[in-house]
Structure formats: structure tokens, C-alpha cells
């Protein structure tokens, strides 16, 4: 069997070893901007860890969180029902299900769906063994896998709490530009006030 070897790159500074790291102090202490460095779109981690050598990750079937998506059409990766699917699920939601399926599978944070460049993430799962049974008889194909995780991913209690988070960080920010509309409005208002005052005072 064929493995894939996985390896996380570390980014080291371009040509000169330490007088580069030390010229990217330098800049950084002068205030300049430190260069964007993309992710490696080939990063991959394996759940568990130790089943990066007992399978080959490049055989596994894949799933993108589109795929699973009930806020998606089926043009734009949608592959399930629409009732069966969960809105806006992540790879890290998708992987929390694989994990108490118990299904060996690698996560790609990085690998961007081909129809939509901006969502980030997929999947890959062993769904059967060697001989072609399935690890777990409750999933054992794609589309029973996809429908389990739509059906489980909106009770994950990480998602919950990032959704409801997320609610509250918008609802705080939706009132802090309403308090400061407000303070501008306010004091526009004093000023058309403080003029209008001292014309009076001219007459």
C-alpha cells in the first residue's frame, strides 16, 4: 500500500539565514509591515494521528463542506437534501462527527472548493476496510456519511457557542455604530445650536 507522507512546513526566513532574520527584525522595529505569508494549501492532519501510517490518505473519499451545506443549491455543491443538510458548517465541525463516528479521516483547512475560491477546507474519509466493509455499518457509503453529518453538526456544542458568539459580537458591534451615529447626530446638533447663538448675539 502507498503512503503519503505528511509533512508541515515551517517557513524559514529567504536567503541568509540569521542576517535575514535579523534584517526582518529590523524592519519590524522601523514600523514596516511584515510580509503576508499564504498557508500551505497542502497542509493535512490526520485524525487520529497514528492512522497517518496505516492508511493512504490519497484513496479516501472526499467531502466539502458544500457538499453538506442546506444554505447551498445543488449547482453550487449542495449533494444531499436540503432538509438534510446544515447551514454554513465548517471542516472542523465536519471533523467533530467524523471523530465520534469513529472513522479514521484527514482535514485539509486550507484546500479551497473549486466553485467557490473563498470557502476553505474538506474532508477525507475511510469509510470501508481493505476488503470493502464498512468501518461503521450506520455510514457505509457517501451519501448515508453526508446525511449523519448534517444531521448531527447543528448539536456540536463548539459550533453553538462560535454561532452564538459570533451573534453577540455582531449585535455589540451593530450597537456601538448605533451609539456612535447617535453622538454624531448629537453633536451636530450642538453646534448648529452654538451658531445659530452667536448670530443672535450679532444682531
Given at each position: 500500500?502507498?503512503?503519503?507522507?505528511?509533512?508541515?512546513?515551517?517557513?524559514?526566513?529567504?536567503?541568509?539565514g540569521?542576517?535575514?532574520?535579523m534584517?526582518?527584525m529590523?524592519?519590524f522595529?522601523?514600523?514596516?509591515?511584515?510580509?503576508?505569508?499564504?498557508?500551505?494549501?497542502n497542509?493535512l492532519?490526520?485524525?487520529?494521528?497514528e492512522?497517518?501510517r496505516?492508511m493512504?490518505?490519497?484513496?479516501?473519499?472526499v467531502?466539502?463542506?458544500?457538499?453538506?451545506?442546506?444554505?447551498?443549491?445543488?449547482?453550487r455543491?449542495?449533494?444531499?437534501?436540503k432538509?438534510?443538510?446544515?447551514?454554513?458548517?465548517?471542516?472542523e465541525?465536519?471533523?467533530?462527527v467524523?471523530?465520534?463516528?469513529?472513522?479514521?479521516?484527514a482535514?485539509?483547512p486550507?484546500k479551497?472548493?473549486?466553485?467557490?475560491p473563498?470557502?476553505?477546507?474538506r474532508?477525507?474519509?475511510?469509510?470501508?476496510?481493505?476488503?470493502?466493509?464498512?468501518w461503521n455499518?450506520?455510514v457505509?457509503?457517501?451519501?448515508?456519511l453526508?446525511?449523519?453529518m448534517?444531521?448531527?453538526?447543528p448539536?456540536?456544542?463548539s459550533r453553538?457557542?462560535?454561532?452564538?458568539?459570533a451573534?453577540?459580537?455582531?449585535?455589540a458591534?451593530?450597537r456601538?455604530?448605533?451609539e456612535?451615529?447617535?453622538a454624531a447626530?448629537?453633536?451636530?446638533?450642538?453646534?448648529?445650536m452654538?451658531?445659530?447663538?452667536?448670530k443672535?448675539?450679532?444682531?
Open positions: 500500500m502507498s503512503r503519503r507522507r505528511v509533512v508541515v512546513k515551517q517557513q524559514k526566513p529567504q536567503g541568509g540569521m542576517q535575514a532574520a534584517k526582518e529590523a524592519n522595529e522601523d514600523g514596516m509591515p511584515t510580509p503576508y505569508i499564504p498557508p500551505d494549501k497542509t492532519y490526520v485524525r487520529p494521528a492512522a497517518l496505516r493512504d490518505v490519497s484513496k479516501l473519499i467531502i466539502w463542506p458544500n457538499n453538506v451545506d442546506s444554505t447551498r443549491t445543488i449547482k455543491g449542495r449533494r444531499i437534501p432538509a438534510s443538510g446544515c447551514p454554513s458548517p465548517t471542516v465541525d465536519m471533523s467533530q467524523l471523530e465520534f463516528l469513529q472513522l479514521w479521516h482535514v485539509e486550507y479551497a472548493y473549486p466553485r467557490e473563498w470557502v476553505l477546507g474532508v477525507r474519509v475511510r469509510l470501508v476496510d481493505e476488503d470493502g466493509v464498512p455499518p450506520e457505509p457509503d457517501r451519501p448515508s453526508m446525511k449523519k448534517g444531521e448531527l453538526m448539536n456540536l456544542k453553538i457557542d462560535r454561532i452564538s458568539k451573534k453577540k459580537d455582531a449585535e458591534l451593530a456601538a455604530e448605533k456612535k451615529a447617535a447626530v448629537a453633536a451636530a446638533s450642538q453646534s448648529n452654538k451658531k445659530k447663538g452667536k443672535k448675539g450679532k444682531r
